[in-house]
């Protein structure tokens, strides 16, 4: 099975700032990876497929970048309904896999 | 708009079954692949299977093999997976997702059902 590695696993930042958080594939996945974010008791959230395209009405605050082994995503301006826990998941082949996560706290 | 709702909670005791369901609505239901995912508490995600609800083809993780079974509804719209021979470790939420093209990625989830195992 891909191995989908996060960094870091949590991440303290403040209203207004600009943070990244990185998902390393065990072997290549092309660039099938979402991104998704998932609050406490609500359904998770489809941000970004296919590494970098935003899904309809995700704002482009959200952006993410990357191919083969090595992605990143970049979320700007945080705002405080953007703190939660962000999962990358690979679709390249079965099983699909996922990142154990980057939650994302309040300084 | 797309919606994906699934049945609610269920308390087991070890070595029974659970089914849940995840209602659709907002597009059509036939199109679309659906899977399951589960959260443990405190733990990653682990994708369970899949079924088209057209042909009602199914794939299951192999870790789930012999104990898991997805259906669907057509005429409501609702598919089903069914886990069976329960332990403590199928405590988890678990999730419908649809995918949205043949890539293969998930667009819309559901809310979560918890399944709770314990004697």
């Known amino acids: 099975d891909i191995q989908l590695t996060q960094s870091p696993s949590s991440l303290s930042a403040s209203v207004g700032d600009r943070v990244t958080i990185t998902c390393r594939a065990s072997e290549d996945i092309s660039k099938s990876l979402l991104w998704f974010q998932q609050r406490p008791g609500k359904a998770p959230r489809s941000l970004i497929y296919?590494?970098?395209t935003l899904l309809t009405g995700v704002p482009a605050k959200f952006s993410g970048s990357g191919s083969r082994t090595d992605f990143t995503l970049t979320i700007t301006s945080l705002q405080p309904e953007d703190f939660a826990t962000y999962y990358c998941q690979q679709y390249y082949t079965f099983p699909y896999t996922f990142g154990q996560g980057t939650k994302l706290e309040i300084k | 708009q797309v919606q994906l709702v699934q049945s609610g909670a269920e308390v087991k005791k070890p070595g029974a079954s659970v089914k849940v369901s995840c209602k659709a609505s907002?597009?059509?239901?036939?199109?679309?692949?659906i899977h399951w995912v589960r959260q443990a508490p405190g733990q990653g995600h682990e994708w369970v299977g899949w079924?088209?609800?057209?042909?009602?083809?199914?794939n299951y993780g192999k870790k789930f093999q012999g104990r898991v079974t997805m259906t669907r509804d057509m005429s409501i719209s609702t598919a089903y997976m069914e886990l069976s021979g329960l332990t403590s470790d199928d405590t988890a939420v678990y999730y419908c997702?649809?995918?949205?093209?043949?890539?293969?990625?998930?667009?819309?989830w559901g809310q979560g059902t918890l399944v709770s195992v314990s004697s």
């Open positions: 079924i088209h609800p057209n042909s009602g083809r199914t």
């Open positions: 997702a649809r995918e949205n093209d043949a890539s293969g990625y998930y667009g819309y």
């Open positions: 296919a590494a970098s």
């Open positions: 907002g597009y059509t239901f036939t199109s679309y692949y």
